[in-house]
């Protein structure tokens, strides 16, 4: 079955700098995969998505790298911001029919 | 556009009574979604919605748990008789056909 996971619980970062968080699944079906930001009493909300037909996507600030051959992923935030601070995660999917399935985040502490 | 809202967003109930949870979905999207997190574990998925058609059900862990979309607009998730294992926070999504969920901020049911 489709397993998501992320290689480190925390990370902390100086403002300014950037930051990157990774993620591994298992899958290779897996054809869809999207990142989340979820901020303290808030669900998660979308930041960046990818196809497995493509292996880099930039949005504002944010890059996703997705490496097929090894099925790892990650997301790139360039210069980190304090209001980047939240838990990240990140889901793949068969776009098929298959849920989402998601890993156990990432907290991303964003040291002033 | 409003969002994705849930009701409660936090309930506190006895072992063995009922909780039922309501979610809107973004008006027009088909689909709809609920995922549970229990503490410090990754978001799993429960069911799928399309309409008013449970399309997957796979993900609710037991008989005690019954999810329904009348009309293919709100839906509840009803919890009875609530276990301590229940505990957690219940997030609604929703979305367009091949598009990314949109979540809502979840309500957070706290079973003693």
Known sequence: GESVGLHLPTLSVQEGDNSIINCAYSNSASDYFIWYKQESGKGPQFIIDIRSNMDKRQGQRVTVLLNKTVKHLSLQIAATQPGDSAVYFCAGANSGNTPLVFGKGTRLSVIA | EAGVTQFPSHSVIEKGQTVTLRCDPISGHDNLYWYRRVMGKEIKFLLHFVKESKQDESGMPNNRFLAERTGGTY????????????????????????SPLHFGNGTRLTVT
């Open chain 2, 75 to 98: 839906s509840t998730l009803k919890v009875q008789p609530a276990e301590l294992e229940d505990s957690g926070v219940y997030f609604c999504a929703s979305s367009q056909s091949h």
